[in-house]
C-alpha cells in the first residue's frame, strides 16, 4: 500500500509535540561523521542533507559557525572552546588534559581564558534555520555545563571537589553557563522564529542509575539546567534535553523544570525500559531515541534491528510524543545493514492512522 | 572498640582526617593492625558497597569514601606488613586497549582494595601483551578488565586468547565489567565473571579466590 504524508516535517513533528494526531511516527538521526560517509557511499549521495531526505529525517539542527580563536592547542591538538585538547572514538572523543585539575580558588576560576558570547557568527545562524522551511528545526546551544565542568577538572578530582570546594564547583559552572545560556539567547533573538525547539544536552545518568545523588544533583546541576531551559521557555518552545545513561529517577525533576522531550533513552541502563516509561509518562512527555546503540544495532542482526523498530512505533501509537532515533550517536562499529534496516522500517511501518 | 565505629563512621562520611586519625589512634591503644584492617576499613567499605548498590550512594559519595579508605590504609600498610597480615589475594586491574575510560576501573581498583586485596593497576588503554606481562611480573590470582565503549570491549577476548597462548589462563581468573560488558558477553568470551558494579566486583573476587 503506498501511503502519502500528510503534514510536512515541521507540522508533523509539532503537532507530536502537543500529542495531536499525525499521519506517521517521526524520525531523526545522530551519528559521527564516519557512519555519514559510509551511508553516503552506500546511497550513492554525496551530501548530508541528501542523506537526511532519503532516511525521511524529519529534524534538522543547523549549528553556528565559531569565529573565535582558533581550535588548536600550543601542540597542535585539536581542541574544544574550553580549550580543552581531545581525541577518541567519534567526533566529540574526550578530553586528554584537564586544565583545571588542580584549581584551588575561586579567583584561579575567574583567571581562566573562558570563551565569550561573540565567538560564534549569529546571521549565518540565523539564515541557516530560515532555510529549512519543511522540517523541523532544533536550536539553541548545547548546555553540558555539568559535563565540561567534569572535563575541565577531570571526572574524579571533580567528584572529589564537589565535596572539598563546593564554591569553586558553584564558580565554574556559572562561568561555563554564562556562556552557554548568553549564546543561547542571542541564538533565540536571532534565529527564534526559525526555530522548533529548544535543545540542550547535559549527561546526568551512568549505567547503573543517576550520577549523583538528589541533593547534589539540587545543588550543582538544576539551578543551571533550569537556565538552559528557559531560553526555551522564554522564547515558547518545546524543550528537549539530551542525557545518556539511567536518569528515570530524574524524569519527574526535569518534568517539574519544564521539559517536554527526553532524549536519548538508553534503554540498557537501570530503569530506562521505554515500556514502562511509556507507561508511566506516556501522553505527557514526549520520547526521542531509544534504538539501542549499546546492544541491538551494533551486536544484532538486520531483523533484530527491525523488530525493535516495530515495537517501539507500536507502543507509541496510543501515545504519541515519540521519534525513532538511536539512543546515542552511531558510532563507527555499527554495521551499516543495521542502520539501512532501521530507517527502512522506520519509514514502512510507520504510518499511523489517525 | 569506640575508635573502630569512629574509623568505620569516618569512611561511611568521607571524611579522610577522620579515618587517618582513628587508625592512627587506634593504632597508639595497641589494637591489632589486621582487626582495625577487618572491623574498621573493610567493614565500612563494604557498607560502602550495599548502600552503592542498594541506590543510597552514587559515584561521588563512593569515590569520597573510598579515598577516606585509603587515608587510613595508607597508615596501617606497614604495619599490616609488619605483623605479617595476609591480603586478600593479588588483582592486576587495567581498561583495556583503545580505552581511556578509567572512572570505573579506579572504583573497583578502591572497592577491591577495600576488601582487602592487593591492587596492581596498569592504567588505562592496556594491551593484551601487558596484561599477560603483569601477569608473569605480578603472579596475580585476578585479572580485571574494563572497558566503557562497545567499540573496545572486544579486547577483552583478546587478552583471554593473549592469556591462553602464553600458556597462563590456568593460573589466573578474569573478570571483566563496564557500561556495555554483559554476563553473556562474559560466558561468550570464557572470562570466569562478571560485574555489574564496583562493590560487585568486589564480592566476585572474593569468591573466586576463596
Not at chain 1, 343 to 349: C, G, Q, T
Request: negative net charge.
Amino acid at each position: 500500500m503506498s501511503h502519502k504524508p500528510r503534514y510536512t516535517s515541521k507540522e508533523r513533528v509539532l503537532r507530536d509535540c502537543a500529542f495531536q494526531p499525525i499521519d506517521r511516527i517521526t524520525i531523526d538521526f545522530c551519528a559521527c561523521k564516519e557512519i555519514y560517509d559510509r551511508l553516503k557511499a552506500h546511497y550513492g549521495l554525496s551530501d548530508d542533507l541528501a542523506l537526511m531526505e532519503k532516511l525521511h529525517v524529519d529534524f534538522r539542527y543547523p549549528k553556528p559557525n565559531w569565529i573565535g580563536p582558533a581550535l588548536v592547542d600550543s601542540q597542535g591538538r585539536m581542541t574544544d572552546y574550553f580549550n580543552i585538547p581531545r581525541a577518541g572514538v567519534g567526533d566529540f572523543g574526550y578530553a586528554l588534559v584537564h586544565p583545571l585539575a588542580n584549581v584551588k580558588s575561586v579567583a584561579e576560576v575567574e583567571a581562566y581564558p573562558w570563551p565569550t558570547v561573540d565567538m560564534w557568527d549569529y546571521d549565518d545562524y540565523a539564515e541557516r534555520c530560515r532555510s529549512f522551511e519543511e522540517h523541523a528545526v532544533l536550536g539553541g546551544a548545547w548546555g553540558w555545563f555539568f559535563e565540561a565542568a567534569s572535563e575541565l577538572v577531570g571526572m574524579q578530582q571533580w567528584f572529589y571537589l564537589l565535596y572539598d570546594k563546593p564554591d569553586v564547583c558553584q564558580a565554574i559552572l556559572g562561568k561555563i553557563v554564562d556562556f552557554m545560556e548568553g549564546c543561547s539567547e542571542i541564538m533565540f533573538q536571532k534565529a527564534g522564529k526559525y526555530i522548533d525547539i529548544c535543545f540542550t544536552g547535559d549527561d546526568y545518568g551512568v549505567q547503573n542509575g543517576p550520577m549523583m545523588s538528589m541533593p547534589m544533583f539540587n545543588k550543582f546541576a538544576r539551578p543551571y539546567l533550569q537556565r538552559m531551559y528557559n531560553v526555551g521557555k522564554k522564547y515558547g518552545k518545546p524543550v528537549m534535553h539530551h542525557s545518556c545513561g539511567s536518569v528515570a529517577r530524574l524524569i519527574p525533576t526535569f518534568m517539574e523544570m519544564g521539559l517536554n522531550i527526553l532524549e536519548p533513552i538508553q534503554v540498557g541502563a537501570a530503569g530506562m525500559n521505554i515500556d514502562e516509561l511509556a507507561q508511566k509518562y506516556g501522553g505527557k512527555l514526549c520520547f526521542h531515541g531509544s534504538i539501542d546503540t549499546q546492544n541491538t544495532l551494533p551486536f544484532g542482526s538486520p531483523e533484530d534491528v527491525r523488530r525493535e523498530v516495530r515495537h517501539r512505533i507500536e507502543i507509541f501509537k496510543k501515545y504519541g510524543g515519540f521519534t525513532i532515533a538511536p539512543s546515542q550517536h552511531l558510532l563507527p562499529e555499527i554495521p551499516t545493514e543495521n542502520i539501512v534496516a532501521m530507517y527502512e522500517e522506520a519509514w514502512d511501518s510507520g504510518w499511523l492512522t489517525e | 572498640m569506640e575508635i573502630i565505629k569512629s574509623i568505620y563512621q569516618a569512611v561511611l562520611e568521607g571524611d579522610m582526617s577522620g579515618a587517618k586519625d582513628g587508625v592512627e589512634a587506634a593504632l597508639s591503644e595497641g589494637l591489632a593492625p589486621d582487626t582495625i584492617m577487618q572491623e574498621g576499613l573493610i567493614a565500612a567499605m563494604s557498607e560502602v558497597g550495599s548502600l552503592f548498590e542498594a541506590g543510597d550512594f552514587f559515584v561521588p559519595e563512593m569515590l569520597i569514601s573510598a579515598r577516606a579508605m585509603q587515608a587510613g590504609l595508607s597508615v596501617l600498610k606497614p604495619m599490616l606488613v609488619a605483623s605479617g597480615s595476609k591480603s586478600a589475594g593479588k588483582i592486576v586491574i587495567g581498561t583495556v586497549k583503545g580505552d581511556l575510560h578509567d572512572i570505573g576501573k579506579n572504583l573497583v581498583g578502591m572497592m577491591m582494595e577495600g576488601a582487602g586485596f592487593e591492587v596492581v593497576d596498569l592504567g588505562t588503554d592496556v594491551t593484551p601483551e601487558k596484561f599477560v606481562q603483569s601477569v608473569k611480573d605480578s603472579q596475580p590470582q585476578i585479572i580485571a578488565m574494563s572497558a566503557l565503549l562497545t567499540t573496545t570491549m572486544s579486547s577483552m577476548g583478546l587478552t583471554i586468547k593473549a592469556l591462553e597462548a602464553a600458556g597462563l589462563r590456568g593460573q589466573v581468573k578474569v573478570i571483566i565489567g563496564g557500561a556495555p560488558v554483559t554476563n553473556a558477553y562474559a560466558e561468550q568470551i570464557g572470562a570466569d565473571g562478571f560485574s555489574p558494579d564496583a562493590s560487585a566486583a568486589a564480592r566476585l573476587a572474593k569468591s573466586l579466590v576463596a
